[in-house]
């Protein structure tokens, strides 16, 4: 029996081999090619030679602070491009804080640990960004990836209705 080709968009902002979730997704998308799907990446910036049969859009980078506002441009830059760029049948599998995705992988603790901590170290336009990019980012997806069962805890935990995604 044979698999059903996937068509598969994979969003993260610096795409290689160069640190924990980019090297991830450089290896699944990798892992994907090698099994005859097909593999978009759609980045800032490729901080490795492109690899051949995944087609990469580098979108340009934005400046790196704050990094609240960095992910922020770095979203909107995806959705004008897949806009301007319609993929009909791609799956969207997002690995950044995305307003724009079928699938995100969550790879780190959720920043609502935040609430958690005493109220003068959650009174600031930091904390309040990336607490609205993060739920945005979960309640965009239709399925969420969380990178361990502690992270998948920990996401039930902080977003209880979104537990089933």
């Known amino acids: ?4 080709k996937l068509k598969l968009i994979h969003v993260v902002r ?10 991830y997704v450089w290896e699944v998308t990798h892992e994907l090619r090698d ?29 790196p602070r704050p990094r609240w506002l960095a992910l922020l441009r770095f979203g909107k830059h995806v959705a004008r491009w897949l806009k ?4 009909p049948g791609y799956l969207i599998h997002s690995h950044e804080r995305l307003s724009s995705h079928h699938l995100t992988t969550f790879h780190g603790p959720p920043f609502a640990t935040v609430r958690d901590m005493p109220w003068w170290r959650k009174v600031s336009l930091r904390v309040a960004m990336q607490l609205y990019l993060e739920r945005r980012e979960l309640s ?10 502690f992270i998948k805890r920990q996401l039930a935990h902080y977003y209880p209705e979104l537990a089933g995604s």
């Open 14 to 23: 610096r795409y290689g081999s160069v640190g924990g979730m980019e090297r």
């Open 84 to 87: 301007d760029n319609p993929q």
């Open 1 to 4: 029996m044979q698999q059903s």
């Open 140 to 149: 965009t997806a239709r399925r969420i990836v969380p990178n361990s069962s």
């Open 35 to 63: 099994l005859g799907h097909d593999v978009l990446v759609i980045c800032e910036v490729c901080l490795a030679d492109k690899p051949g049969g995944i087609a990469v859009v580098e979108l340009g980078t934005c400046k």
